[in-house]
Each structure stands twice: as structure tokens, then as C-alpha cells.
């Protein structure tokens, strides 16, 4: 893990679940490409799931689309969903434990009501799966933007004693763009 102590940060450079566990920041640096590059960051409460379902018929396809046969949002206004969550009880056609039980991923494009694209793609293909999932809505953290008008690194200090949160997702990242994360 990175720590202001050995200077060795967590450097990311694509949107995404950073952590989905309790996490302390003390300092995020973006370091753009061009001029006007950014970064925002998000974090869920997972105590407070914006939407639940039980027993639904789920399919996961080409690692990174979920598709439901219960509507997953009201919309596709993809800021209302930022992470879904399979819950233990998500079954294979076949009857067997899914393989991705437990798994969290970001929600990256709301094709449907019932349908979303994640992030990152490496969940496991299963179709007709019975599953239980769900899903949180994004609270802003941090917002990162370099000048406008010039290239420069943009840096996030968190107060004394670091930032507390629940997780950490990087929901926006300018192209070719990269952070380095303090933990």
C-alpha cells in the first residue's frame, strides 16, 4: 500500500472501483495530459443500497454487461448508479454458486432500464443465473482539473488525519490522464 511515509503512490489510470473497503486518503495528485484534463471521485455508503432486488434472472455477458430481466435503474441517468453488488446468493443456471458472488463493479453506462456495462470487465459469463444484487448511488468526493489554459498537476491535501471513506471509485478521468493515490 502507498503512504505519505515511503512516497510510493497507487497510480491509476482508467475509471473504476478503487477500493471497496474502509480506505484513509491523505493526498491525491492528477497529473493531465492536456490543459483542462480532470478527475472525479466517488465514494457509496454500503450501509444504505439505493435499489435491492432478490431472485432475478440475470445474465452476465462478454465480461462487462449485466442484463436483468427486473429493471435495475429508473433511467439511464448513470450518475444515480455508481456500484452494483452481487449479494451471496447469486446462483448459476445450473444451481451452483455463481462466480461472481461478492463482487462489486462500477457502474459504466446504463444502456437500459434493464441492462448495464461495468467496469472493470472481468466478471465471469453466466446466463440465466438467479441473482440478488445491489445498488448504491455515488456521493461526490473529489473533484481534480488542471488549468485551462496550461498543463499542470492539480493536488487534493485532505485535512489532519487523513479522509475516512468507505471505498473509493474514480468515476471520471480525462484520457492519458493519471492520478497517484496517497493511502
Known amino acids: 500500500m502507498a503512504n505519505l ?38 465514494h457509496y455508503t454500503p450501509s444504505t443500497p439505493l435499489a435491492s432486488k432478490s431472485q432475478v434472472t440475470t445474465t452476465v455477458s462478454g465480461t462487462n ?3 436483468s430481466s427486473g429493471a435495475f435503474v429508473s433511467g439511464t441517468d448513470v450518475s444515480q448508479y455508481g456500484v452494483i453488488k ?12 455463481s462466480a461472481n458472488i461478492g463482487l462489486s463493479r462500477m457502474v459504466l453506462t446504463v444502456s437500459s432500464a434493464d441492462a ?19 445498488s448504491y448511488a455515488p456521493i461526490p468526493t473529489v473533484k481534480l482539473k488542471s488549468n485551462g489554459s496550461v498543463v499542470e498537476t492539480d493536488h ?6 487523513g479522509l475516512h471513506l ?4 474514480l ?11 496517497y493511502i
Open 116 to 134: 448495464i456495462i461495468v467496469t472493470p470487465s472481468t466478471l465471469t459469463n453466466e446466463a440465466a443465473g438467479v441473482y440478488d444484487w445491489d
Open 156 to 161: 487534493w491535501i485532505a485535512p489532519a488525519g
Open 65 to 67: 454487461t449485466v442484463t
Open 86 to 97: 452481487f449479494s451471496p446468493n447469486c446462483m448459476t443456471s445450473a444451481g451452483v454458486a
Open 5 to 42: 511515509l515511503n512516497q510510493n503512490p497507487i497510480i491509476v489510470d482508467t475509471v473504476g472501483l478503487i477500493w471497496d473497503k474502509p480506505v484513509t486518503i491523505y493526498r491525491i495528485d492528477l497529473f493531465p495530459n492536456a490543459a483542462g484534463d480532470g478527475a472525479v471521485f466517488y
Open 166 to 169: 468507505p471505498n473509493l471509485i
Open 171 to 181: 468515476a471520471t478521468l480525462t484520457a492519458n490522464a493519471v492520478v497517484h493515490i
